[in-house]
Structure formats: structure tokens, C-alpha cells
């Protein structure tokens, strides 16, 4: 009876165990489709994000681990499959970090650009309203000088009108030229 026991136990096991492995190879085959999918949308969404030079690099190497993982996954190598998904995933996942930070880098870039537009902008704005004072304060300058030259003009109008108006007295007329005639005589014999 021990052994009928011993016997069944054993029979027992080794059913689990053949039943079990085809359950758990088919959670490792299951796994790797999962890692190969994931790792596929992840170059995906890298691909689409528009990677840069150095992202594309890693692309490249990301799509390498996923054709290294498919090829695996065909050949029944699961565990192999699903590490080289794994490894295109954390690649594509680089790639996308990378592109992020250059899109970043490339944004901050056109901040600080448009920045240093604005406060060039607003300096010529500053030198054209201190021109604009200065030619006003010119133009004032110029108008007063205008209004004090038209005031002389004025009163020398005012001069010339008051002396044309005014009779003259009558001059008198030059003294006469005296002129002495002086006669010498000279007695010859």
C-alpha cells in the first residue's frame, strides 16, 4: 500500500509537472508577445515624436532589439525574447526621453530668442520716444525763437511806421565853404 501511495504521488507530481509547463511556456510566449508589443509602440511613439540625431541612434539600436526579440520568440526562445523586448523598450524609452529634452532645450532657446527681441525692441522704442523728445523740445525751442524774432520784426515795423509819420524838422543847410583869396603883388622895375 506504501508503495501503491508512493506510486500515485509520483504519478501525481509528474502530471502536474506535464500539465504545468506547457501552461507555463505559454505564459512565457504570452510575456514575450506582451514585451514585444510594448516595445513596439514604444519605437512607435518615439518614431512619431520626431527623434533627433542622437534619439535616431537609439532607435535604431531599439528596432535591432525588437527584430532580436521577434527572431528569438520564433525560435522558442522566450526568456531570450523577452529580455531583448525589454531592452528595445528601455531603448525607445531613451530615444523618447532624449527627443523630449531636445524639444525642451529647443523651446527655452526661442523663449530666451523672443525675449531678447523684446527688450531690443522695447530699448529702440525707448531711444525713438527720447529722439522724439529732443525734437520736440528743439521744435519748442525753434517756435520760441520764431515768436521773438516776429515780435523785433514788429516793433521794428512799429520804428519804421512812427518815423515815416512823423515830420521831419527841415535840415539846415550846410554852413557855406568860406573862402579867402589872398593877393600878392609884386612891383618889378
Not at 531636445?102 to 522695447?122: P, V
Not at 515815416?164 to 622895375?189: D, F, N, Y
Request: hydrophobic share 50%; glycine share 4%; proline share 3%.
Amino acid at each position: 500500500m506504501k508503495r501503491q501511495i508512493f506510486a500515485s504521488a509520483m504519478l501525481a507530481s509528474m502530471l502536474t509537472l506535464a500539465c504545468g509547463a506547457p501552461a507555463m511556456a505559454a505564459g512565457k510566449a504570452d510575456r514575450a508577445r506582451e514585451a514585444i508589443a510594448a516595445a513596439n509602440g514604444k519605437i512607435d511613439a518615439a518614431a512619431s515624436a520626431g527623434a533627433g540625431v542622437a534619439a535616431t541612434d537609439r532607435l535604431a539600436h531599439a528596432r535591432e532589439a525588437l527584430a532580436t526579440a521577434r527572431e528569438d520568440l520564433a525560435a522558442g526562445k522566450k526568456e531570450e525574447s523577452i529580455e531583448a523586448a525589454n531592452h528595445a523598450s528601455a531603448l525607445a524609452d531613451e530615444a523618447i526621453g532624449m527627443t523630449q529634452h531636445a524639444k525642451a532645450a529647443q523651446t527655452a532657446q526661442q523663449i530666451e530668442a523672443a525675449r531678447a527681441q523684446t527688450n531690443m525692441a522695447q530699448g529702440q522704442a525707448a531711444d525713438a520716444q527720447a529722439q522724439a523728445a529732443d525734437a520736440n523740445e528743439r521744435a519748442a525751442s525753434a517756435a520760441q525763437s520764431a515768436q521773438a524774432s516776429a515780435a523785433q520784426a514788429a516793433d521794428a515795423r512799429a520804428a519804421a511806421s512812427a518815423a515815416a509819420a512823423t515830420p521831419s524838422a527841415p535840415q539846415a543847410a550846410p554852413p557855406a565853404a568860406v573862402v579867402s583869396t589872398t593877393v600878392t603883388t609884386h612891383e618889378t622895375h
